[in-house]
């Protein structure tokens, strides 16, 4: 990882059915999203992942929490709250952390692998928003701290 | 006001191990605030940590380590003069340095801090891994902290431990340490260990 970058990616999406689902239907469809998007995030050996994780949240405290951590183990989806709500539509909250990764990458991949997962399922995806960091990249392992920088936030 | 940092690189479960310990806190009539580091954009740890209804803060964006630091010192201070909290509960992103957070408290101007105590959450299942790729990282991560958590040991192999133990020993061979499956709790040997207080 060392000369690796960190380009931070992040976005909100939007999936849709025709019909609701129970929360247990969205939690195959993230952990499905985030296997798919590991996978393809890391195809390159070069590339590390740091953390892929997402959160969807419903009413009343009820939460879809998912992690991608490595390519060696399952992507999980923790879920709280009764599985038998349904839903026709979920919010994603995204944070793509892979080392090695340009972000525009990063956002063709999520694309490609989210409209792909919601095709199979006769549904849509929206991009609801997009965000990442400009062209300067995190280096937090060998760097002697003197960079200072904002970021800048991109909507599509 | 303490301080208790909890340190670890990316997907170690630090945002587990901090809601446990939130929740622990609440338990015990405390007075708690949050402060959360998120390297991306849109900050997720926040929103569940919000869902314990205590106050959160969240510094996204970027990393309190180099380029948020010119906001951490303030946002402590705040903390000391808006709220009285007993505890601080800091989640640096999971690239963060910790020595350089450390550093930063020097420019603290609060009410003295009670305590800053810091705990790293290593992740057996990769941790080899990520050592053999991010050395600096990892050693400062174990190196600064007063405590290791080594979390997710319901699902790491033996050989997986041992790893652990080989890293530690060879890094901080004085090093403290607690097994833990953050997601099942933390035991209280674990709480009475690490919170600050200790009646």
Same mark, same amino acid.
């Given at each position: ?9 992040? &976005? ?44 969807? $949240? ?6 879809? $929490? ?21 839903? &026709? ?28 997962? &919601?095709?199979? $399922? ?35 | ?9 990316? /997907?170690? /479960?630090? @945002? ?12 015990? /009539? ?36 180099? @380029? ?30 910790? /020595? ?34 991010? @050395?600096?990282?990892? @050693? ?60």
């Amino acid at each position: 990882m060392e000369g690796l970058g960190l380009e931070p990616y992040a &976005a909100v999406i939007k999936w849709s059915l025709a019909q609701k689902q129970p929360l247990k239907f969205w939690q195959e469809l993230i952990a499905e999203f985030l296997e798919q998007l590991g996978q393809a995030c890391a195809a390159d050996e070069k590339r590390v992942l740091g953390h892929i994780k997402c959160l969807a $949240r419903f009413p009343a405290g009820r939460h879809l $929490r998912g992690s991608k951590i490595s390519l060696s183990y399952p992507a999980e989806v923790e879920m709280k709250g009764q599985e038998t709500t349904k839903y &026709a539509d979920i919010k994603l909250t995204l944070n793509v952390l892979v080392y090695g990764l340009p972000h525009d990458e990063a956002h063709r991949t999520v694309e490609k692998v989210g409209f792909a997962l &919601a095709a199979k $399922r006769q549904g849509k995806m929206e991009l609801l928003s997009v965000s990442y960091p400009d062209d300067r990249q995190h280096d937090h392992h060998d760097h002697e701290h003197d960079h200072d920088h904002d970021h800048t936030q991109e909507e599509y | 006001m303490h301080l208790l940092m909890i340190t670890g690189f990316l /997907g170690s /479960g630090k @945002t587990t191990v901090a809601l446990q310990l939130a929740s622990a806190c609440i338990q015990q /009539g405390r007075k708690i605030a949050i402060l959360v580091n998120e390297i991306g954009e849109v900050g997720i740890d926040g929103e569940l940590m919000r869902e314990l209804e205590v106050n959160v803060y969240e510094m996204a964006n970027g990393c309190i380590c180099c @380029t948020l630091a010119g906001d951490l010192v303030p946002t402590l201070e705040k903390l000391d003069q808006e709220y009285d909290v007993d505890l601080v509960l800091m989640e640096p992103s999971g690239a963060a340095e910790p /020595g350089s957070i450390l550093n930063l408290l020097q420019y603290y101007k609060g009410r003295p801090l009670e305590s800053v105590s810091t705990a790293a959450v290593l992740d057996p299942l990769r941790l080899r891994e990520l050592y053999e790729v991010v @050395t600096p990282l990892i @050693t400062k991560q174990i190196k600064n902290a007063d405590l290791l958590l080594i979390n997710k040991a319901d699902a790491a192999t033996e050989e997986q431990l041992q790893d652990v133990y080989r890293i530690v020993e060879e890094v901080k061979p004085e090093a403290r340490y607690f097994l833990v499956s953050a997601r099942e709790g933390l035991g209280n040997e674990l709480l009475k260990e690490i919170l600050p207080w200790k009646d």
